[in-house]
């Protein structure tokens, strides 16, 4: 099972590495879904829809995805977070400054994998990166990880 994930999420993440140039959009807009492979959705305040390619997604939105299904989100500074199968990610903290390249990603994965490819903030400023889980909050200070939470019950 470690392994169809592993491969799942480096071949969702081998489909747009080269396009993660930072991006434009919405002022509220974080980033933009790359990639969608099978069922994915978001929650936020305003309700639930399911993703597609060149959606954008915001400030507290929770990224859902199905069994055998992942998603690439593209964060403005040039973050990658590929959302792998059965997984639930908020995006609980996000600002980026496009001038100054100052900012601040903070996720939280609920459930699942999580693979994420550091942009801009964690180069310039890395202790403004952090991965939240229910037992841990990391700091990045690497490039490229993967942070898996397995089903305990």
């Known amino acids: 099972m470690r392994t169809h994930l592993?491969?799942?999420?480096?071949?969702?993440?081998?489909?747009?590495?080269?396009?993660?140039?930072?991006?434009t959009g919405?002022?509220?807009?974080?980033?933009?879904?790359?990639?969608?492979?099978?069922?994915?959705?978001?929650v936020n305040a305003t309700g639930e829809r399911p993703l597609s390619p060149g959606d954008h997604v915001a400030m507290a939105d929770?990224?859902?995805?199905?069994a055998d299904s992942a998603t690439s989100l593209v964060l403005r500074d040039g973050t990658t977070l590929v959302v792998g199968p059965k997984s639930q990610l908020e995006l609980k903290d996000f600002a980026f400054n496009s001038t100054t390249h100052e900012g601040t990603v903070r996720v939280s994965l609920l459930q699942g994998a999580l693979r994420m490819i550091t942009g801009l903030i964690a180069k310039l400023h890395p202790a403004n990166v952090n991965v939240e889980t229910d037992t841990v909050t990391t700091g990045v200070r690497g490039t490229d990880f993967i942070v898996e939470i397995e089903d305990v019950r």
């Open 6 to 23: 592993t491969t799942l999420l480096l071949t969702v993440a081998g489909l747009f590495v080269g396009n993660a140039s930072a991006q």
């Open 26 to 42: 919405p002022a509220a807009s974080a980033g933009t879904v790359k990639v969608v492979q099978g069922q994915a959705r978001v």
């Open 62 to 66: 929770r990224v859902i995805t199905g």
